[in-house]
Every structure is written in structure tokens, then in C-alpha cells.
């Protein structure tokens, strides 16, 4: 379906769908509006609504369908007279011009208008770049002109940063061309989906918070071993400047006209993976129910909600929706992508074994679980009511998502499931791990539980990077796992349910003014690179200006 058919409202209608007056809303154009963040201290009588954390399996690529399947449960909700609001992260350029494409849903459950969300949107990934790359030139600028803070050039950590795929710039040199210039030194990019800035705008409150953790970041060490921080180098002030607005969340609205906020955009395979605190809390006290995507499977995006952003928002999920494909379980189960249209019940029953063990780790947290099934045209109805039974089997609720066909007419029954899940389930949330342990028995204590792995490897530097942690007083902050979203383990070519393997640890990353210890495993990269055929080459603007080809 092409999402240029739909009739949009003008956005201040969409507003007061939730409460929100025209003018108190920040318009960008006739369709989306950034919504100021200290309007919820109008709402804070509120009572909240209830929180729904929507995951998925291990992602392949046949698709699961998240972003689908999320719009899709928010406008089934809303048609069985419901109100409720998606939350989402913003698109990162890079993947819309890598792999995947654009992140806006599909079908007839998609997100509005599809090409700004895509692209530039409202500028908060622009801004947090501007953010990024200001610290680090202030860091060059403060070693050029006399390095009063006697920073050691050779552990400058703070790289630049970049929104796109851009292989060649992980590792480069600096300051090359004479003495102006500054002095030269190894540094690199990383996607500004992995830059702490980015993380940090997700987790702050609202713009004291937002300073105070800009000047936290550790940009570095002197020359005697110590930390040097943003705030040594007076840069959080001009930072949050460059972030005032990029705090406040947008609204747009859903295919069937319905409101979402769309807001950050942290990878869940190298950052914490939610949209932001702000857009969450705002939403549960303008409607009955929240759905929150969380990036990437299960051993992602959703264990560091339940594991840290829980925490530091103080949020109690009320159930949680696990996406799966028949596509992409049978792929899982070992099926070639070309071969997915092929009913196969012996692959699929392979797969559900990736299923299993994300339904298992969602149960570790003491939360209800619901499998949606997101229904591609080729799934026989046998292959569905294998999943369905064999889901029913470990005493977990199912349901058919049609979202992509129907809209919301196609997921009123999953948008059913899901009340019940919250209505009648059990629900004794709790974390995995106390944040005051040692932090090797934090990362094994997920990569025990959550990747199943029989050991943990560490090589020196990762010892070294604990041990400086712990002593400089930073060991009680929580993990954030740095991790590949292709596999439960830490090799991206090892598809359905690995266990007892050794999963190593390469060098652990402190990351403070974000509040979390990043431990780096396997070969996962924080700047990723273009295909050979990206999806860029199909991306192209008629004289009239539209925009082709974005999906």
C-alpha cells in the first residue's frame, strides 16, 4: 500500500485526539509538531496508562515486522474504542539508506508522513550530531591551544559521529597538515545512533537532567590516569543550547489518523534502544495505553528496558508482545530466504526453538508474554496453528497480526489478546541483576541467562577497562550490552537457539553521563557500512519533488 493514498488530518487535530490545544503545540508544517516536554507537569494528575513493551524474536532477513505490528496494535486498540498512543524511535539515515530501509511500518499500519520521518524529519538527529561533533572539536581546540587540563592525546576516547553507514570513517586521523592544524592523533565516527549524546537525550527528564548528564561524559584521560569530563571543558551548556528542541517529542499520526510520538533513536544493539523516557512518560498520561517498540529481539531492545530504562523512569511494563514471522522462523529453523514462500513444518519446528528461548527470557522478568504472529500471503494455515500450538503449549497467550493488510481491522483480536494479557496475567516484574554487583557478575549473569552462553572470555583490555571502572567508583552503573541483533549469541552467523558457546568480551566502554557500562562482544561495529547494493539506489525525487522509492 502506498502511504501517499492516505488522507492526513492537520496535526492540531491529531493533538486533540489527546488533549493537547493548538497552541500549545510547536507545528512543523500542516502534519507534525514537536509537543513541548514540560507540558506534563499539566498531566501529572493524571493516572497512568497502562505500559505495553512490544519485541520481537531474532531478527533475519525473511522480516518480523515490529514497527508493523506495533502501529498495527495501536490502531487496533483505538477501533475497539480504546485510546491509545505508539511510541517509536526516529529513522536513522543510515539504515533507510542501507539495508532496511525506512522504519515508519508498512502497509496499512504505517507512521505519517512517511518520507519526513524518514529523512530529516523535525532535525533532533541533526541536532544531537551538532551536539557530538561540537565537544569533540572543543576537546581539539582545548589540546591546541595549551591543554591546561593536560589531556593525553593518545586517550582521547570522544570520536565524531556522523548519521549514515559510512565504513571508511572508523578509524581516521586528525589535525594532519602543520601545527595550526593541532596536533595529530588517531580518532574515528560512529553512527550518531551510537553516540551518548543520542543515549542521553533518551534519558533525560527534562533540560537540568539533560545538562547535567552532557557533563558527565568522559572524553578522555590526562596524562596521570584521571577522567576528563565534558563539564571540565565548560561544553554542556552550548550542548544542551544545540538540544533544547530536540528534547521535546513530536507527534505525528498513524494511516487510520491516530496520534504516535516519535522520538530518539538509539540502536539496541549498541546503545539502550527506546525511544525516549519523555515520549514514554508524556504518552501513559494522555492515554489509556502505551505501545513501546524496543529495538532489535528480546536479548536487546527489551531486556535493557526492563534492566535499566525501567529504572531511571521508573516504569512498570503491564505486558509484553513478542513479534515472530512464519518466514522468519523457518528461516531460523535453516531454510534458504529463496524457499520461505514453501509451506516446511520441519524448519519451522527448528525455529521455534529461537521463539522458546525469548518467550523464556521475557518470563525471567516476571512478565505475561503474547505472540503475535505478524501473517505473511504465503503462511499456510497449517504452519500457523503449529506456532500456535506449540505457543500455547508453554502457557503463553497468541494472536494473528494483520496490521500490514487490514490496518487496524486486522488486529482488533491481537489488541483483545492484549487487554486480557494485562487484565488477567500474572505480573511480579522484577530486573535480572542488582546494579550494586561486581560488573563481570553483571555480564555474565546476562550472558548466562539472556544468550545462554557456557562461559564468558575477556581479553585484556576488557579486564583492564572493569578494573579502572570499578576503582574510579563507576562499577554500580547497570550493562548495555554491545552486541550483534543477528544471533542470541555473539556471532552473527549462528542462527536458531545457540548454547554453551564462550561469549567473549573485547573491551568495555564506560559511558557516564548516559549512566551505563558498555561491554563490547564479539566483532560488532558502532559505525556500520553500506552494502553492496544499498537501498539507496532506489531512492529518487520527480520534478515535482516526491519522493520514490523509500520504504
Same mark, same amino acid.
Request: no cysteine.
Given at each position: 500500500m502506498n502511504a501517499k493514498m492516505n488522507t492526513m488530518k492537520p496535526i492540531t487535530e491529531i493533538g486533540k485526539m489527546i488533549g493537547i490545544e493548538p497552541d500549545q503545540l510547536i507545528p512543523y508544517g500542516k502534519y507534525m509538531a514537536k509537543i513541548p516536554h514540560q507540558l506534563i507537569k499539566d498531566f501529572e494528575s493524571k493516572k497512568n496508562g497502562k505500559l505495553i513493551i512490544v519485541t520481537a524474536i531474532t531478527p533475519t532477513p525473511a522480516g518480523e515486522g515490529k514497527t508493523t505490528t506495533s502501529i498495527g496494535l495501536s490502531l487496533g486498540l483505538n477501533r475497539i474504542g480504546k485510546k491509545a498512543i505508539v511510541t517509536l524511535r526516529e529513522p536513522s539515515l543510515g539504515p533507510v539508506f542501507g539495508v532496511k530501509g525506512g522504519a515508519t511500518g508498512g502497509g496499512k499500519a504505517q507512521v505519517l508522513p512517511m518520507e519526513e520521518i524518514n529523512l530529516h524529519f523535525t532535525g533532533d538527529i541533526h541536532a544531537v550530531s551538532a551536539a557530538h561533533n561540537l565537544l569533540a572539536a572543543m576537546i581539539d581546540a582545548h589540546i591546541h591551544n595549551g591543554n591546561e587540563l593536560n589531556i593525553d592525546v593518545r586517550k582521547v576516547r570522544w570520536p565524531r559521529t556522523i548519521d549514515m553507514n559510512d565504513r571508511a570513517l572508523r578509524n581516521v586521523v586528525v589535525a594532519l597538515g602543520g601545527s595550526s592544524n593541532g596536533f595529530p592523533r588517531e580518532t574515528g565516527y560512529v553512527i550518531t545512533a551510537a553516540s551518548e549524546v543520542m543515549a542521553i537525550l533518551c534519558l533525560a527528564e527534562n533540560v537540568n537532567d539533560l545538562k547535567e548528564r552532557l557533563s558527565k561524559i568522559i572524553i578522555g584521560e590526562t596524562v596521570d590516569g584521571k577522567y576528563v569530563t565534558a563539564g571540565d571543558l565548560h561544553a554542556q551548556g552550548a550542548m544542551t543550547a544545540l538540544l533544547k528542541d530536540a528534547l521535546n517529542p513530536n507527534l505525528v499520526q498513524t494511516t487510520e489518523n491516530t496520534p504516535v510520538i516519535v522520538h530518539g533513536g538509539p540502536f539496541a544493539n549498541i546503545a539502550h534502544g527506546t525511544n525516549s523516557i519523555i515520549a514514554t512518560k508524556l504518552a501513559? !498520561?494522555?492515554? %489509556? /495505553?502505551?505501545? @513501546?517498540? @524496543?529495538?532489535?529481539?528480546?536479548?536487546?531492545?527489551?531486556?535493557?528496558?526492563? %534492566?535499566? +530504562?525501567?529504572? /531511571?523512569? %521508573?516504569?512498570?511494563? %503491564? @505486558?509484553?508482545?513478542? +513479534?515472530?514471522?512464519?518466514?522468519?522462523? !523457518?528461516?531460523?529453523g535453516g531454510e534458504d530466504k529463496k524457499n520461505l514462500k514453501n509451506e516446511n513444518l520441519e524448519a519451522l519446528r527448528k525455529g521455534m526453538e529461537n521463539l522458546k528461548v525469548h518467550i523464556e527470557n521475557i518470563k525471567k522478568f516476571g512478565l505475561p508474554v503474547v505472540v503475535a504472529i505478524n501473517k505473511f500471503p504465503t503462511d499456510s494455515s497449517t504452519e500457523i496453528k503449529t506456532v500456535e500450538e506449540e505457543v500455547k503449549k508453554m502457557g503463553v497467550r497468541f494472536a494473528l497480526s494483520e496490521g500490514f493488510e487490514k490496518g487496524g481491522e486486522g488486529t482488533e483480536l491481537l489488541a483483545k489478546t492484549v487487554i486480557e494479557s494485562i487484565e488477567k496475567d500474572k505480573n511480579d516484574f522484577h530486573r535480572l541483576y542488582d546494579w550494586n554487583l561486581p560488573v563481570k557478575e553483571k555480564i555474565e549473569t546476562l550472558a548466562r541467562e539472556i544468550y545462554r552462553a557456557g562461559r564468558v572470555e575477556y581479553s585484556a583490555d576488557a579486564l583492564s577497562d572493569i578494573k579502572k571502572i570499578e576503582k574510579t567508583g563507576y562499577g554500580h552503573l547497570p550493562i548495555i550490552m554491545a552486541k550483534t541483533q543477528s544471533s542470541l549469541s555473539d556471532d552473527p552467523k549462528v542462527i536458531g537457539a545457540p548454547s554453551g558457546y564462550t561469549f567473549t568480551i573485547r573491551e568495555v566502554k564506560l559511558s557516564a553521563g548516559a549512566g551505563f557500562i558498555v561491554p563490547i562482544s564479539g566483532e560488532i561495529m558502532t559505525m556500520p557500512g553500506l552494502p553492496k547494493e544499498p537501498a539507496a539506489i532506489n531512492i529518487d525525487v520527480d520534478e515535482d519533488g516526491n519522493i520514490t522509492g523509500l520504504f
Open positions: 501513559l !498520561k494522555l492515554a %489509556d /495505553y502505551v505501545i @513501546t517498540e @524496543t529495538g532489535f529481539a528480546a536479548d536487546l531492545g527489551a531486556e535493557k528496558f526492563f %534492566d535499566v +530504562v525501567s529504572k /531511571y523512569a %521508573d516504569l512498570k511494563p %503491564d @505486558t509484553v508482545v513478542l +513479534v515472530a514471522s512464519v518466514r522468519a522462523l !523457518k528461516m531460523h
